[in-house]
Structures are given as structure tokens and as C-alpha cells.
């Protein structure tokens, strides 16, 4: 027989790792758990793409929201139309990533809300974008509470964060749900479909299919303001 080190059981731990938060509930005392390293990859139609990850850690688990490095398709605004024929215009991506960023900030460093904000006006490239949100959330002061809601793919109901962020009648983007914060609670809408969901074969994790790409970098950040 082999010699065994039976002592090491010493490093073993019983806590589970990859347990993925489920849709439609607000969890509470969740952490601000990092920013990946770029994660890269190739679109459909021969191109690449750039994104991050933003780990959310509850005592229940995880959540990840995967977001991409920007391209020209990712400025731009969609239109849909509903069933009754009316149309309404959709924020771009960047915008929603303006706002993601914002409020995971003021959750979880609101004492440095501003100065983030002071840092966002000299920057130029998506990379710096990410550096000072890394900087910012490198030591988060609070806990908050987290909403997700769910999306249905391919028969599966996946987590996700609500659509917080829509056009306004003045054709400006503005906060239309706390995703993360305090006292947050799921819309009529979404007790509903928490019912739906619960009523029904449970999923696991989101993946996200992704699709981005381009830019370089910038000086001149002041990032021990943000530490």
C-alpha cells in the first residue's frame, strides 16, 4: 500500500461551490464576490468577442451576469412592436451596461458612487471602463439584497436580472427596477411567473450565447480615489 495522508482532510470542505441561484427570488445578505478575468471567444459570423463576468454570492449560491465588451451593434437602440401594433424602443446594450454598472456601485460601494462617477468622465476605452469597476468593487463595504426574474430558452427557465433599464417618453434611459439593493420585492408580473416557474420542472444556470468585440486603452485615472 501506498503512504496516505489521511491529515489532509484537515483542507477539506463540506461547503458546496457551483450552486446557481434559482429565477424569481430576492436574495438576501449576498456579496459582491469579483470581476473575471477577460473570457474571449468567436461569434457566428466569424468575429470575436470580449466579456467579464460579475460574480453575485449568496448563501444560497451563485449568479453570474456576463457582460460584453462593446461593438457599434451594441450603441444601437432596437424598436419592437407589440401585439396591438404599438412600438417602443429598446435601451442599447451599452446603455444597460451603464446602468448595471451604476447600481451595483451604489449597492455595494455607495461611498464611492460619486468618485466612480468623477472616474467614468475620463475614460475612453472599455478596458479602463472595467479596470475602475474592478478598482471600485475590490473591496465592497455591504451586503445587498439581489432580484432575479427568469427568461425561457429552448423549453428552460434560466435566471436572469429584470429589465431595469427602459426609454423614457423624453427618449431618455432611465432606472425602471432595483435589481440590487435594499427592500427589494418581485412586481405582480413576477410573482406570477414565479408561480408559473415554480409550478413547473425547476432549471439550472443561465449560459449566455455572445456575440462583441474592439478597443484600446487610456490614461490619466485617479483609481486610488476609488479603493
Keep these: 500500500m501506498g503512504n496516505f495522508n489521511f491529515g489532509s482532510i484537515a483542507k477539506v470542505s463540506t461547503e458546496t461551490s457551483g450552486n446557481y441561484l434559482r429565477p424569481y427570488n430576492v436574495y438576501k445578505n449576498v456579496k459582491f464576490a469579483g470581476v473575471s478575468e477577460p473570457l474571449t471567444g468567436n461569434t457566428k459570423d466569424g468575429g470575436t468577442w470580449k466579456a ?34 404599438h412600438e417602443t424602443e429598446l435601451p442599447s446594450e451599452f446603455e444597460r451596461t451603464l446602468y448595471f454598472a451604476a447600481q451595483v456601485v451604489e449597492a455595494f460601494r455607495p461611498e464611492k458612487a460619486e468618485a466612480f462617477k468623477k472616474q467614468c468622465e475620463k475614460i475612453t476605452t472599455f478596458d479602463d471602463f472595467i479596470k475602475c469597476l474592478k478598482t471600485v468593487l475590490s473591496n465592497p ?25 427602459r426609454i423614457g417618453k423624453d427618449g431618455n ?22 408561480k408559473e416557474y415554480e409550478s413547473a420542472k425547476p432549471t439550472n444556470m443561465d449560459t449566455v450565447a455572445p456575440t462583441a468585440s474592439g478597443a484600446k486603452g487610456s490614461e490619466d485615472m485617479d483609481y486610488d480615489s476609488l479603493l
Design 52 to 85: 467579464w463576468d460579475f460574480t453575485f454570492e449568496a448563501p444560497e449560491g451563485i449568479y453570474n451576469e456576463r457582460i460584453f465588451e462593446p461593438t457599434e451593434k451594441s450603441q444601437t437602440r432596437a424598436k419592437v412592436t407589440n401585439a396591438n401594433g
Design 141 to 165: 463595504s455591504k451586503t445587498a439584497e439581489l432580484l432575479l426574474t427568469g427568461r425561457t430558452y429552448e423549453g428552460s427557465v434560466y435566471a436572469k436580472l429584470p429589465n431595469f433599464v
Design 173 to 194: 434611459p432611465y432606472t425602471s427596477e432595483k435589481f440590487v439593493g435594499e427592500n427589494l420585492a418581485l412586481s405582480s408580473y413576477e410573482l406570477q411567473k414565479k
